[in-house]
């Protein structure tokens, strides 16, 4: 009896891999495209619950997005054709509300968006927080726009750092 049952088993397994063999595997449907319109910009973020520092190390780097990128080079002043290095504070703030992403966290400079935290360190940014106890709440940091000298007659993109540890 027992044996009668594997080899059914047995036809079945190999009548099921014949099949597929022969018809082929399908790839998978491609992702749907984005419907044209406005882009998705976060709320602003109320006032900060706490402000994290890390000494001036400027350790976590905004996700450059090029959207935001005339944002941070307004924000990045004026310094000619040498780098900029300029000193503003940023509010982070968990976006619950982002149709792209399930679990970001939205960076603000001096009132304005600039991008995102990698998921990485929104992750940890989420973890140090729930640890803390003020899950989901607006937190400021130091910032440091960098970037925008002349290199071979262009400027160089600008980016964001944070005055923040989120690799431990």
């Not at 749907?32 to 709320?43: L, T």
């Not at 149709?99 to 990698?118: C, E, I, N």
Request: contains cysteine; glycine residues 8%; aromatic residues 8%.
């Amino acid at each position: 009896m027992t044996d009668a049952i594997l080899l059914a088993i047995m036809a079945l397994s190999l009548a099921a891999m014949y099949l597929l063999l022969k018809k082929g595997f399908r790839p998978a449907a491609p992702p749907a495209a984005r419907a044209p319109g406005p882009a998705y910009v976060p709320a602003q973020p109320g006032a900060p619950v706490k402000h994290w520092s890390d000494g001036g190390r400027m350790l976590t780097e905004v996700l450059a997005e090029s959207r935001y990128q005339a944002t941070v080079r307004e924000l990045a002043g004026e310094h000619g054709d040498q780098g900029a290095d300029t000193r503003l504070q940023a509010v982070l703030a968990v976006d619950p509300l982002n149709p792209y992403d399930d679990k970001p966290v939205a960076v603000f400079v001096a009132g304005r968006m600039t991008g995102y935290l990698s998921p990485k360190d929104a992750q940890a940014f989420r973890e140090i927080q729930r640890r803390e106890e003020i899950d989901g709440q607006p937190i400021s940091c130091d910032a440091a726009i960098r970037g925008g000298s002349v290199w071979q007659g262009k400027h160089l993109a600008y980016a964001v750092w944070l005055d923040m540890d989120l690799s431990r």
